[in-house]
C-alpha cells in the first residue's frame, strides 16, 4: 500500500492532508507517532529511548489505554490495546474539502491467546483519526459485541511536544497545574482545554467528549532517570494531558461507547 512506511521496525501508515499537515500511524497499538504541520513542526513527542520492534509500548505519542487504566485491576499495566496489532481498516489523504483519515480495528481474535485467555470477552475498538488543516480528531469507539457484560476503561494517553516544560501553562482545569515537577492528576473532564507555550511556539486546544476525565502526566526528573525507555532531560520536553475513562464501567452485551479527541491549532 502506497502509504505504509516503516517506524523502527513497526508497520505504519502516513495521512496527509490538503494543507501539507501529517500523520504517522503504527498498526502495532494502532499508536499515532507523529503529527506535524503543513510547516513540518512535530506537535507529538517521542521519546529518543522508545522501543519501535513490538517488544514494549511506545513511549510518547499516542498510546490507547484498554482495558485498564494503570494498575487499576489485575490485567497488563494500562490494558493490552498499546502492545496489541491493530488492523487498518481504511485510509486516504486529503481532497479539496475533504479530511485525511485512517481507521483501526481491534477485536479478540487479534490479541495473542495469552491475552485473550486473561481478558476473556467478545469486543470490537474502532480508532478513527481525521486530520483537517490544524486540527486532528481520535475517534475510539468500543463495543461488546459478546453475550456477556464487561467492564473497562480507556484512554488516549496524548504526549504533547513542549519547548519548555517549566513555561508551559494549561487552561480550563477546574484547578490550575504547576509545571514546575513531576505531575500526576486527574480532573473532572472540562470540555475545552488551552495548552499555551511561550510566544514563538504554538499552543493547542484539547477538547474531549464521551470521556470522564483529564489525566495530566509528568514523570519529573527522578522519576524519568528510572525510566529505560526515557532520556534523563526529556521529561523537560513533553506533558501527557489524556482524555480518560479511569475507573472501569460497565459496557452490556451488545452496547457500545464512544469517546472522541480533538486538537487543534490555536492562535
Ligand atoms: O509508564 P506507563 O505504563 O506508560 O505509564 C505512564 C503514566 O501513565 C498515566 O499517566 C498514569 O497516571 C501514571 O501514573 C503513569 O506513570
Known amino acids: 500500500m502506497s502509504n505504509m512506511e516503516q517506524a523502527g521496525q513497526l508497520s505504519a501508515v502516513r495521512i496527509k492532508a490538503q494543507d501539507g499537515s501529517q500523520a504517522l500511524i ?11 504541520n503543513g510547516a513540518g513542526k512535530e506537535r507529538l513527542f517521542l521519546s529518543e529511548r522508545s522501543a519501535l520492534d513490538g517488544s514494549a509500548a511506545i513511549r510518547g505519542g499516542v498510546p490507547v489505554i484498554f482495558p485498564q ?3 487499576r485491576g489485575n490485567g497488563q499495566r494500562h490494558g493490552f490495546a498499546r502492545t496489541a496489532t491493530w488492523r487498518l481498516a481504511s485510509h ?8 485525511a483519515h485512517a481507521e483501526f480495528h481491534l477485536n479478540q481474535d487479534d490479541l495473542a491467546p495469552a491475552v485473550k485467555a486473561d481478558w476473556p470477552y467478545a469486543f470490537e475498538l474502532r480508532l478513527r483519526f481525521t486530520l483537517r488543516a490544524d486540527a486532528l480528531s481520535m475517534a475510539f469507539n468500543v463495543r461488546n459485541t459478546g453475550q456477556d457484560d464487561f467492564s473497562f476503561a480507556a484512554a488516549l494517553h496524548t504526549y504533547y511536544a513542549l519547548a519548555d516544560f517549566a513555561s508551559t ?15 500526576d492528576e486527574i480532573h473532572p473532564a472540562t470540555p475545552t ?7 514563538g511556539q504554538e499552543s493547542l486546544q484539547l477538547q474531549q467528549q464521551g470521556f470522564n476525565e483529564w489525566v495530566v502526566w509528568n514523570p519529573g526528573a527522578a522519576n524519568a532517570a528510572a525510566l529505560l525507555d526515557m532520556a534523563d532531560e526529556e521529561w523537560r520536553r513533553f506533558v501527557c494531558i489524556e482524555p480518560a475513562r479511569v475507573d472501569k464501567q460497565i459496557l452490556r452485551a451488545g452496547a457500545e461507547w464512544s469517546g472522541l479527541h480533538t486538537v487543534s491549532s490555536i492562535p
Open 26 to 36: 503504527a498498526l502495532y497499538g494502532g499508536h499515532l507517532l507523529s503529527w506535524k
Open 69 to 71: 487504566f494503570g494498575q
Open 92 to 99: 486516504a489523504d486529503g481532497q479539496p474539502g475533504i479530511p
Open 169 to 183: 501553562t494549561l487552561d480550563g482545569l477546574a484547578a490550575p497545574i504547576d509545571f514546575s515537577e513531576f505531575l
Open 193 to 199: 482545554l488551552s495548552l499555551r507555550q511561550p510566544a
